[in-house]
T-cell receptor, first 109, second 112 residues
Framework: KQEVTQIPAALSVPEGENLVLNCSFT??????LQWFRQDPGKGLTSLLL?????REQTSGRLNASLDKSSGRSTLYIAASQPGDSATYLC????????FGAGTTVTVRA | NAGVMQNPRHLVRRRGQEARLRCSPM?????VYWYRQLPEEGLKFMVY????????ESGMPKERFSAEFPKEGPSILRIQQVVRGDSAAYFC??????????FGPGTRLTVL
């Protein structure tokens, strides 16, 4: 059974600081890994999807890496802004998605 | 191309009533997944359906819960005789073959 762990559970940083969010998974037989953002009481916004054959993906200030053999992914958010405050979810797909519990980020102005 | 639609967005039921949650996948998508997010918990897989078939229901509670995806119309997640512990956000996602899953906005079920 796939287990997905996200560390830290919560993170508070001053505006402008870079964010590093970690995700680990136990079964490396995955199709892809996806990072989502969820605002309180809202749905999921897909941020980045990394195919199993890829090592990283970038979109604007966001960069995600994937090391499938070691079961790890890292999401980097450069120059954080208060609008980045949200919960970030990591999910791995082996046809169904298995989610981590999330990292709740607070960016202080 | 409209995204994944779910309705209702909010649903309030009293204990013992039935809840019906609907999910209309994106055009051309024949795969539907349901996930549940209990308060203060992560998202958990419930069921995976293709048109007229249940592929994997390993995440569904054994009693009171059922799901279908008919040839025509939306996918339905049905919860019979709801209890307070069923209060959660229910998300569906649709997928075309070998594509990523696209999520709907969710239905927030409150059981009084």
């Amino acid at each position: 059974k796939q287990e997905v762990t996200q560390i830290p559970a919560a993170l508070s940083v001053p505006e402008g600081e870079n964010l590093v969010l970690n995700c680990s998974f136990t079964d490396s037989a995955i199709y892809n890994l996806q990072w989502f953002r969820q605002d309180p009481g809202k749905g999921l916004t897909s941020l980045l999807l990394i195919q199993s054959s890829q090592r990283e993906q970038t979109s604007g200030r966001l960069n995600a890496s994937l090391d499938k053999s070691s079961g790890r992914s890292t999401l980097y958010i450069a120059a954080s802004q208060p609008g980045d405050s949200a919960t970030y979810l990591c999910a791995v797909e082996d046809y169904k998605l298995s989610f981590g519990a999330g990292t709740t980020v607070t960016v202080r102005a | 191309n409209a995204g994944v639609m779910q309705n209702p967005r909010h649903l309030v039921r009293r204990r013992g009533q039935e809840a019906r949650l609907r999910c209309s996948p994106m055009k051309g998508h024949s795969h539907v997944y349901w996930y549940r997010q209990l308060p203060e918990e992560g998202l958990k897989f419930m069921v995976y359906l293709q048109k007229e078939n249940i592929i994997d229901e390993s995440g569904m509670p054994k009693e009171r819960f059922s799901a279908e995806f008919p040839k025509e119309g939306p996918s339905i997640l049905r919860i019979q005789q709801v209890v307070r512990g069923d209060s959660a956000a229910y998300f569906c996602a649709s997928q075309s073959i070998a594509d990523e899953q696209f999520f709907g906005p969710g239905t927030r079920l409150t059981v009084l």
